[in-house]
């Protein structure tokens, strides 16, 4: 039997308005380079979606895929500074004393237990949907793009059961994104 959690579970990641989080080659220049179009923005913003800053300070670990890792590694500058960082990988250790490494979503489970952290980003595609079907994502935030890819690699393509969630925030972005923020019903 598994003892409770003692941390929540968090997704910040964008989307196209067909549900994929990048294209076939994991190339993201469709969410990064999004081109002004004069987007429509009357709405009205009474409860706005989290935004990254506000996000992103609040979270003391982040567990991500091996590929999300590599990508990240690739950047100039290292996004993670003073957070723990865990590597969901089956494929052996890394090599970088800034990572910790779990070969399970049970094992970083228990890690991030060990560790004592309270808000978890989880990020990477196959990541969240293994901690979508392990019941350990509590909120998620999804920035919708405008347009359409129709092939790439989906969001909750290997998620095999509903989830209901409920809208804690929503708001468009000048860009075009239409960010919301969902809370996962137990």
């Given at each position: ?56 300070e609040k979270i003391?670990a982040i567990v ?120 996962v019903v137990r």
């Amino acid at each position: 039997m598994t003892t409770a959690r003692t941390w929540r579970g968090r997704v910040f990641i964008g989307a196209s308005v067909d549900g994929k989080i990048a294209r076939d080659d994991g190339t993201l220049d469709w969410l990064t380079d999004l081109p002004a179009r004069g987007h429509n923005l009357n709405a009205a913003i009474e409860h706005p979606a989290l935004i990254w800053n506000t996000f992103i300070e609040k979270i003391d670990a982040i567990v991500m895929g091996r590929a999300t890792y590599e990508t990240v590694t690739g950047f100039d500058e290292w996004p993670f500074e003073g957070m723990q960082v865990v590597v969901l990988t089956t494929r052996g250790q890394v090599d970088d004393p800034r990572v910790q490494v779990a070969g399970s979503v049970e094992d970083a489970r228990r890690l991030l237990d060990a560790l004592g952290v309270h808000d978890v980003y989880i990020d990477g595609g196959r990541t969240i949907q293994a901690f979508l079907r392990a019941d350990m994502v509590d909120e998620l935030t999804i920035s919708v793009a405008p347009v359409v890819l129709g092939a790439g690699r989906s969001l909750f393509g290997g998620v095999e059961r509903e989830l209901q969630l409920v809208v804690r925030g929503s708001h468009a972005t000048d860009d075009g994104l239409v960010r919301t923020t969902y809370e996962v019903v137990r």
